[in-house]
T-cell receptor, first 115, second 113 residues
Framework: ETGVTQTPRHLVMGMTNKKSLKCEQHLGHNAMYWYKQSAKKPLELMFVYNFKEQTENNSVPSRFSPECPNSSHLFLHLHTLQPEDSALYLC??????????????FGEGSRLTVL | GEDVEQSLFLSVREGDSSVINCTYTDSSSTYLYWYKQEPGAGLQLLTYIFSNMDMKQDQRLTVLLNKKDKHLSLRIADTQTGDSAIYFCAESYNAGNNRKLIWGLGTSLAVNP
């Protein structure tokens, strides 16, 4: 198994749909992250979980709902999204959430298109 | 606020050296990073440098840090077509009790045969 796996790789959804993105890491890390990558914008940190507890929510709209059932799995539940939410959503993990070394391991991302 | 800036594009010929530059604003940075993103993939940590270092070399990669000018560069020697990717500079800085990462927009490196 590769380090950080994201599914689905591509997702197209209407504004009234409900869908979820899944992330799984096999690295034994304790911190997991959701990032949003949009064209011409810096990488945006959305949520951080450390030992399954949410430690950061960067003013993300409530139509994005994260879930971290254990240190290896992270979900991003999506509902009533807007077209401007179309982006690449990247999951990452690290040994722990201190960013002392900033060594993050990223998945390949889920490309989301909202129609 | 904290900011990291990079030029958006760089084009080099195969076999030449590439130099990707980055400037940052936060003087409390402790680590600075270079990540690489190949098409259709996530980001991969290439290398990082601690702020008390001036230079770090790792095979074809050389990182130079000028802390006075808050300037970071990544030199790729003997650039290959497989080096074509987007390169992100990031700094780690103090934000209250936590450390945070600030990312640049990325430099798209095109390597021409």
């Amino acid at each position: 198994e590769t380090g950080v796996t994201q599914t689905p790789r591509h997702l197209v959804m209407g504004m009234t749909n409900k869908k979820s993105l899944k992330c799984e890491q096999h690295l034994g890390h304790n911190a997991m992250y959701w990032y949003k990558q949009s064209a011409k914008k810096p990488l945006e940190l959305m949520f951080v979980y450390n030992f399954k507890e949410q430690t950061e929510n960067n003013s993300v709209p409530s139509r994005f709902s994260p879930e971290c059932p254990n240190s290896s799995h992270l979900f991003l539940h999506l509902h009533t999204l807007q077209p401007e939410d179309s982006a690449l959503y990247l999951c990452a993990s690290s040994l722990r959430d201190t960013a002392n070394t900033g060594e993050l391991f990223f998945g390949e991302g889920s490309r989301l298109t909202v129609l | 606020g904290e900011d990291v800036e990079q030029s958006l594009f760089l084009s080099v010929r195969e076999g030449d050296s590439s130099v990707i530059n980055c400037t940052y604003t936060d003087s409390s940075s402790t680590y600075l990073y270079w990540y690489k993103q190949e098409p259709g993939a996530g980001l991969q940590l290439l290398t990082y440098i601690f702020s008390n270092m001036d230079m770090k070399q790792d095979q074809r990669l050389t990182v130079l840090l000028n802390k006075k000018d808050k300037h970071l560069s990544l030199r790729i020697a003997d650039t290959q077509t497989g080096d074509s990717a987007i390169y992100f500079c990031a700094e780690s800085y103090n934000a209250g009790n936590n450390r945070k990462l600030i990312w640049g927009l990325g430099t798209s490196l095109a390597v021409n045969p």
